[in-house]
C-alpha cells in the first residue's frame, strides 16, 4: 500500500492507496499540469510526478514537493488545480481530490527554504 501523507497535519490526514492507484494518481496529475507548467517549478513538477509515478514506494507526504517560501501559494494553487483537472478525467477522481485536501491544508509556515526535489534515483542510494 502506498500512504499520501501530510506529516504537519497528522496521522488522522492520512490516504491509503494501492500502488496502481498511487502510480496513476501521480500520472494523471502530471498529465493534466503538463500542458499549463510555464516556469521552472512547474516543468520540475511535472517531472517529479511522473519518475514518482514509477517508484511509488510506500509513503508520498506533501512535504516531498519542492516548495519554496516566496512562491509557495502559487505552486500549491498550481498543483491543486492540476489535481482538480486529474480528477474529471480519472476513476481515481476521490482519491485524487482526497490528495488535493492535504496539499491544500499544507502550513506555508512550513515550508522548507532549499527543499529539493528527490528523484527516485537518489532514493535508492540513500
Known sequence: ????????LGA???LLTSPAVAAEMLRSTAEAARP??????????????ENRSRTTGSALDVTELAWTPDHFERQRRFVTDAIDRAAIRSDHGRALLLWRRLIEAHPREHVV???RWRWAAEDSRA
Open 113 to 115: 527554504v532549499g527543499r
Open 36 to 49: 499549463l507548467a510555464q516556469n521552472r517549478w512547474e516543468h520540475e513538477l511535472v517531472l517529479w510526478l
Open 12 to 14: 488522522a490526514s492520512e
Open 1 to 8: 500500500m502506498v500512504v499520501f501523507t501530510n506529516h504537519r
